[in-house]
């Protein structure tokens, strides 16, 4: 929950190469306070069945960057490869972005929503509502 003094995340994932929510994603979540500052990892979770991460942590009070970083390669070795048989595989893992990271600005008082669309070859985010 975002306050005056500080913004809040949250996010969900869909994996629109099926159509259907990605669960089992862990995601790690680390803020900075300034371009030139140090990342701090702030801890983590996974998606659940609605493919949502509904307990990252706060954020602290400074924050103007924050980095989401999704653990996709396991998801699409483990819970896609029947969903996949018909996809050309890249590598042994399935697919071809191991992780994907997202970096973006907050603004205290403001929340983030920020979705990831994601296939196996390629991924989209945009701040949701």
């Known amino acids: ?17 099926i159509g259907r929510p990605a669960e089992g994603v862990a995601i790690t979540l680390a803020a900075r306070s ?24 706060a954020l602290p009070e400074g924050t103007t960057h924050v980095r989401l970083d999704f653990e996709v390669e396991e998801y699409f070795s ?8 018909d996809a050309p595989r890249v590598r042994d893992s399935g697919a071809f972005f191991p992780e994907v990271a997202i970096t973006f600005a ?17 991924y989209s985010v945009y701040r949701g509502s």
Request: with cysteine.
């Open 78 to 85: 483990n819970k896609q490869a029947e969903a996949q048989q």
């Open 1 to 17: 929950m975002s306050t005056d003094t500080t913004a809040s995340v949250s996010t969900h994932i869909l994996d629109t190469s």
């Open 106 to 122: 907050v603004e205290p008082g403001e929340h983030y929503h920020v979705p990831l669309l994601l296939n196996p070859f390629g």
């Open 34 to 57: 300034g371009s030139d500052a140090q990342w701090v990892t702030l801890g983590g979770s996974a998606t659940d069945a609605d493919g949502r991460c509904k307990d990252l942590p």
